[in-house]
């Protein structure tokens, strides 16, 4: 094929070099819309790396995927162009494709059986296999010996297999790619669609035979106990791999109460079908955690008919009080106790096993088993509401058991524990607890002149916020929180994690500190607080201010109480999640740049060290292929014409159709500069008038490289104005222009049609690139884009990539948006060195609409 093409190359070089000329035209233009595309991609890449944007890992494989093609796309062009050379980047360019692609992908999956393992099995030691729920509960029944509901596990094994079978993996990581959690709609719709595909899917009858045979051995085991199977009952929770870990999915995942067996393998599908509800989407993906990390095992468990049950905080999650226990308990199953439906009886233990202090809760109602199937709340009989749940006996039994997880696992424990009917203590489950940094002589917050909406509220997580309240009654009402609200609910259902993003601060009329809301509010470090003390005087759409730390809620904005807070941190860990890794990866091969200078010697494909480094050297080595036709020994001399403007820049025309006086599409060697008074190409005349305005300043060096600047300064290095390195380029005819044009490392590409009739005409503008530091190139974007919008553009901002367009006006008008273009670029050369911060960004751009168009000496820079 190579040989092919080169005698095909050569032949029409020496008998039809005009078809050599139209042919590396129409592939530069190929090639410029392949670096387009790739410039995009890249943009986006870095700008969720930069700005920690939480997305799927999905949406970053199609990101990179899209950008790897425009880059292979750009290679196959400048081979079109030039196929005597650089065919060694194809080969670079499959290299670093492998990494990236292989570090992107998933791992590879067992789905081989065993489908079922109990709790007492080896293997279910393993989170792998078993789950984060199922191999922490295996651990604390066959090491510490802890007493554990019978139970088995179905493991990631069969999750993996369901899916496969099912066709399952392919829809979802379409469907992931294309998720965004910061829609509502799109979060809803796209969780609706998966859990509808999980729960549509048949159970494989290999599996399907094995849950059978674990339910037939499960009954069993009952009947030899005494009971009887039309009585037994099962529980199934989910145990997905990361679940109950670093990160808690503290319910975020579905768990199933009262399960008749003939219903367990529905529940199985609908655990699983939870992986994909949106509060779990939201959180995983807020975690920086792949889908393809949580393969989703489930466990099946003995329905305890629980007559108390709840929580164990092994520390003080406030870090107020180290080394206390604390114990929550109410009455029935402890579902109302993390859900936040009752308020649960506290028990303070401390480090020597003394009782220090008991708070008996509201237990106007408790959770129990229905009649048929599931379970339901039920009225606290009189005499029970103010009685303590739980035994002294008890008490001690769990605080006992407690610190001996506790010492295992080395880290505070969250744990959840139940008490049978027959007096029987068991252990459910125990995760990782997160506690606060403890509070050393900190001064109490300043309190304002003013009295408090609520007070006395305890503390779910620490800090201060202000935002306008938002009462939440309703699932339904998640879609309608707005950004940066302070939520008022009357408990705290673990659903509302998926809107965490928006909150400013939760208040809970009612619950514990003990909650699964409470939970991810403390991984997310969003200020909360339990206050039913003045809860029902809180308005929607006032504005409030939160301070958890006081445990209380003022009216107003009180900027007092909020600059005494550092504000919320990346609590959640999330700059060093796995996707955050994986994004680091990825910007390392294909955003870092070495290939700065054109003219080095270095300037080669074998110097190639990263995606960004072959679309530098393709496109410099297409341009110069394009302008520069007869620069190469022994050919003669004809292409582009350097353009005179009168500006301190080097300018290349390529005239495809009378854009000059002349109408010299192949200069002769006398006619190879071309003037500004030879030039008709209408959209570029009134660019060029815009970028001559006699009140912008050429002054300063237009052509360097930005980013080694202090190295010229220091070294005292002399730029030369000639080297095409710096050059800039158009492609033209009377009416047609598509310009590179380029500021050291800013460039700029303008296409640009102006003629009649209107519908015709159109403008489309692209700025990227640019020396200096991240938060200087996003404000010149911002101003950029702020201009380009008052002059009549539709404008795009992604990280420091601009993008803009003008359709369907006339000539007249188009000529006028490219003259205030030009004054635009000649004002924005130095531009984010002038803004410095992000508040000045306005003022700016109303001065430029006002006539300033030199920045040197605005607001005394």
């Given at each position: 094929m190579l040989i092919k093409n080169l005698f095909r190359h050569w032949t029409y070089q020496v008998f039809a070099p005009g078809t050599v000329l139209r042919e590396k035209y129409e592939a530069f233009k190929r090639l410029l819309e392949h670096d387009r595309a790739a410039h995009e991609h890249l943009a986006i890449l870095e700008d969720l790396y930069c700005h920690r944007r939480r997305v799927d890992l999905e949406f970053v494989v199609r990101t990179y995927e899209a950008f790897s093609v425009a880059v292979a796309g750009m290679v196959r062009e400048l081979l079109t162009m030039c196929p005597m050379g650089y065919w060694s980047l194809k080969d670079y360019h499959k290299k670093f494709d492998f990494y990236v692609r292989f570090m992107l992908a998933p791992p590879k999956f067992d789905f081989s059986p065993p489908f079922i393992i109990t709790l007492d099995q080896e293997n279910c030691l393993d989170e792998d296999i078993s789950g984060?729920?199922?191999?922490?509960?295996?651990?604390?029944?066959?090491?510490?010996?802890?007493?554990?509901?019978?139970?088995?596990?179905?493991?990631?094994?069969?999750?993996?297999?369901?899916?496969?079978?099912?066709?399952?993996?392919?829809?979802?990581?379409?469907?992931?790619?294309?998720?965004?959690?910061?829609?509502?709609?799109?979060?809803?719709?796209?969780?609706?669609?998966?859990?509808?595909?999980?729960?549509g899917t048949p159970l494989p009858q290999d599996l399907a035979r094995e849950i059978e045979e674990a339910l037939v051995s499960f009954e069993n085991v009952a009947d030899s106990s005494g009971k009887s199977s039309a009585s037994f009952r099962l529980a199934m929770r989910s145990s997905a791999v990361?679940?109950?870990?670093?990160?808690?999915?503290?319910?975020?995942?579905?768990?199933?109460?009262?399960?008749?067996?003939?219903?367990?393998?529905?529940?199985?599908?609908?655990?699983?079908?939870?992986?994909?509800?949106?509060?779990?989407?939201?959180?995983?993906?807020?975690?920086?955690?792949?889908?393809?990390?949580?393969?989703?095992?489930?466990?099946?468990?003995?329905?305890?008919?629980?007559?108390?049950?709840?929580?164990?905080?092994?520390?003080?999650?406030?870090?107020?009080?180290?080394?206390?226990?604390?114990?929550?308990?109410?009455?029935?199953?402890?579902?109302?106790?993390?859900?936040?439906?009752?308020?649960?009886?506290?028990?303070?233990?401390?480090?020597?096993?003394?009782?220090?202090d008991i708070r008996i809760g509201a237990k106007e109602s408790h959770l129990v088993?229905?009649?048929?199937?599931?379970?339901?709340?039920?009225?606290?009989?009189?005499?029970?509401?103010?009685?303590?749940?739980?035994?002294?006996?008890?008490?001690?039994?769990?605080?006992?058991?407690?610190?001996?997880?506790?010492?295992?696992?080395?880290?505070?424990?969250?744990?959840?524990?139940?008490?049978?009917?027959?007096?029987?203590?068991?252990?459910?489950?125990?995760?990782?607890?997160?506690?606060?940094?403890?509070?050393?002589?900190?001064?109490?917050?300043?309190?304002?002149?003013?009295?408090?909406?609520?007070?006395?509220?305890?503390?779910?997580?620490?800090?201060k916020s202000a935002g306008y309240l938002f009462k939440l009654n309703r699932l339904e009402q998640l879609k309608d929180i707005p950004e940066q609200a302070v939520v008022a609910a009357p408990f705290g259902l673990p659903q509302y994690a998926a809107a965490i993003h928006r909150m400013a601060g939760i208040i809970l009329q009612t619950g514990s500190t003990a909650g699964h809301l409470a939970s991810v509010a403390r991984e997310f470090g969003l200020p909360a607080i339990i206050c039913p003390d003045g809860f029902d005087t809180l308005e929607s759409g006032s504005m409030v201010t939160l301070d958890a730390d006081a445990g209380r809620v003022y009216p107003g904005r009180i900027a007092s109480l909020l600059s005494s807070s550092p504000g919320r941190s990346d609590q959640?860990?999330?700059?060093?999640?796995?996707?955050?890794?994986?994004?680091?990866?990825?910007?390392?091969?294909?955003?870092?740049?070495?290939?700065?200078?054109?003219?080095?010697?270095?300037?080669?494909?074998?110097?190639?060290?990263?995606?960004?480094?072959?679309?530098?050297?393709?496109?410099?080595?297409?341009?110069?292929?394009?302008?520069?036709?007869?620069?190469?020994?022994?050919?003669?001399?004809?292409?582009?014409?350097?353009?005179?403007?009168?500006?301190?820049?080097?300018?290349?025309?390529?005239?495809?159709?009378?854009?000059?006086?002349?109408?010299?599409?192949?200069?002769?060697?006398?006619?190879?500069?071309?003037?500004?008074?030879?030039?008709?190409?209408?959209?570029?005349?009134?660019?060029?008038?815009?970028?001559?305005?006699?009140?912008?300043?050429w002054d300063e060096a237009s052509h360097f490289d930005w980013e080694s600047y202090d190295k010229i300064v220091m070294a005292g290095g002399i730029i030369s104005a000639d080297s095409p390195q710096f050059g800039s380029y158009a492609v033209v005819s009377r009416t047609y222009m598509n310009l590179n044009l380029r500021f050291g490392y800013h460039f700029v590409i303008l296409d640009c049609i102006c003629t009649h009739p209107r519908e015709e005409n159109y403008i489309l503008f692209r700025f990227s690139g640019g020396g200096g530091n991240s938060g200087g190139r996003w404000r010149r974007a911002a101003f950029i884009a702020g201009v380009l919008e008052k002059i009549g553009f539709i404008t795009q901002v992604t990280s420091d990539l601009i993008d803009g367009r003008v359709m369907g006006v006339d000539e007249t008008r188009i000529q006028e948006i490219l003259d205030l273009t030009g004054r635009l670029l000649g004002a924005t050369k130095l531009m984010d060195m002038y803004l410095k911060e992000e508040a000045d960004v306005e003022e700016y751009v109303t001065a430029f609409m006002g006539g300033q168009y030199d920045f040197r000496s605005f607001r005394g820079e």
């Amino acid at each position: 094929m190579l040989i092919k093409n080169l005698f095909r190359h050569w032949t029409y070089q020496v008998f039809a070099p005009g078809t050599v000329l139209r042919e590396k035209y129409e592939a530069f233009k190929r090639l410029l819309e392949h670096d387009r595309a790739a410039h995009e991609h890249l943009a986006i890449l870095e700008d969720l790396y930069c700005h920690r944007r939480r997305v799927d890992l999905e949406f970053v494989v199609r990101t990179y995927e899209a950008f790897s093609v425009a880059v292979a796309g750009m290679v196959r062009e400048l081979l079109t162009m030039c196929p005597m050379g650089y065919w060694s980047l194809k080969d670079y360019h499959k290299k670093f494709d492998f990494y990236v692609r292989f570090m992107l992908a998933p791992p590879k999956f067992d789905f081989s059986p065993p489908f079922i393992i109990t709790l007492d099995q080896e293997n279910c030691l393993d989170e792998d296999i078993s789950g984060g729920k199922a191999s922490v509960l295996a651990r604390l029944k066959q090491t510490l010996g802890l007493p554990a509901p019978q139970g088995f596990v179905i493991t990631t094994r069969a999750f993996h297999f369901f899916m496969e079978a099912g066709n399952l993996t392919p829809f979802v990581r379409q469907q992931l790619a294309t998720l965004d959690i910061d829609d509502p709609i799109s979060l809803a719709s796209t969780a609706q669609a998966l859990e509808q595909a999980v729960l549509g899917t048949p159970l494989p009858q290999d599996l399907a035979r094995e849950i059978e045979e674990a339910l037939v051995s499960f009954e069993n085991v009952a009947d030899s106990s005494g009971k009887s199977s039309a009585s037994f009952r099962l529980a199934m929770r989910s145990s997905a791999v990361r679940e109950d870990g670093n990160t808690s999915f503290a319910g975020q995942y579905l768990s199933l109460m009262n399960v008749d067996t003939a219903d367990v393998a529905l529940g199985y599908k609908r655990v699983i079908a939870s992986k994909y509800s949106p509060a779990a989407l939201a959180y995983r993906i807020r975690s920086g955690i792949p889908d393809h990390d949580t393969p989703m095992a489930v466990l099946v468990l003995e329905m305890i008919e629980a007559s108390t049950a709840g929580v164990i905080y092994t520390q003080d999650v406030n870090g107020r009080d180290p080394g206390s226990l604390r114990i929550y308990s109410a009455w029935g199953l402890g579902g109302a106790v993390v859900d936040g439906r009752v308020i649960p009886d506290m028990i303070r233990v401390d480090h020597n096993g003394d009782i220090t202090d008991i708070r008996i809760g509201a237990k106007e109602s408790h959770l129990v088993p229905d009649a048929g199937q599931g379970i339901c709340m039920a009225k606290t009989i009189k005499a029970k509401r103010d009685a303590l749940s739980i035994a002294t006996t008890e008490i001690i039994t769990l605080n006992e058991w407690a610190r001996k997880v506790e010492k295992y696992y080395k880290i505070p424990q969250d744990m959840e524990w139940c008490l049978s009917s027959q007096r029987e203590l068991y252990i459910l489950q125990s995760r990782p607890l997160k506690v606060q940094e403890p509070v050393e002589k900190k001064l109490p917050s300043p309190c304002p002149d003013i009295s408090p909406l609520c007070r006395e509220g305890r503390i779910i997580c620490p800090g201060k916020s202000a935002g306008y309240l938002f009462k939440l009654n309703r699932l339904e009402q998640l879609k309608d929180i707005p950004e940066q609200a302070v939520v008022a609910a009357p408990f705290g259902l673990p659903q509302y994690a998926a809107a965490i993003h928006r909150m400013a601060g939760i208040i809970l009329q009612t619950g514990s500190t003990a909650g699964h809301l409470a939970s991810v509010a403390r991984e997310f470090g969003l200020p909360a607080i339990i206050c039913p003390d003045g809860f029902d005087t809180l308005e929607s759409g006032s504005m409030v201010t939160l301070d958890a730390d006081a445990g209380r809620v003022y009216p107003g904005r009180i900027a007092s109480l909020l600059s005494s807070s550092p504000g919320r941190s990346d609590q959640d860990g999330f700059s060093k999640s796995i996707l955050m890794d994986k994004l680091g990866f990825l910007i390392r091969f294909c955003a870092d740049l070495k290939l700065t200078d054109p003219d080095s010697k270095d300037f080669n494909p074998d110097a190639c060290r990263s995606m960004h480094d072959i679309i530098r050297f393709v496109h410099e080595t297409a341009v110069r292929e394009m302008f520069f036709l007869g620069q190469r020994k022994g050919t003669r001399k004809k292409g582009a014409r350097q353009l005179i403007s009168g500006l301190p820049m080097l300018f290349y025309v390529l005239d495809v159709g009378s854009g000059n006086e002349s109408g010299l599409i192949f200069p002769s060697e006398k006619n190879a500069v071309l003037g500004m008074e030879e030039l008709v190409c209408i959209p570029m005349k009134a660019l060029f008038k815009g970028m001559s305005h006699p009140d912008i300043c050429w002054d300063e060096a237009s052509h360097f490289d930005w980013e080694s600047y202090d190295k010229i300064v220091m070294a005292g290095g002399i730029i030369s104005a000639d080297s095409p390195q710096f050059g800039s380029y158009a492609v033209v005819s009377r009416t047609y222009m598509n310009l590179n044009l380029r500021f050291g490392y800013h460039f700029v590409i303008l296409d640009c049609i102006c003629t009649h009739p209107r519908e015709e005409n159109y403008i489309l503008f692209r700025f990227s690139g640019g020396g200096g530091n991240s938060g200087g190139r996003w404000r010149r974007a911002a101003f950029i884009a702020g201009v380009l919008e008052k002059i009549g553009f539709i404008t795009q901002v992604t990280s420091d990539l601009i993008d803009g367009r003008v359709m369907g006006v006339d000539e007249t008008r188009i000529q006028e948006i490219l003259d205030l273009t030009g004054r635009l670029l000649g004002a924005t050369k130095l531009m984010d060195m002038y803004l410095k911060e992000e508040a000045d960004v306005e003022e700016y751009v109303t001065a430029f609409m006002g006539g300033q168009y030199d920045f040197r000496s605005f607001r005394g820079e």
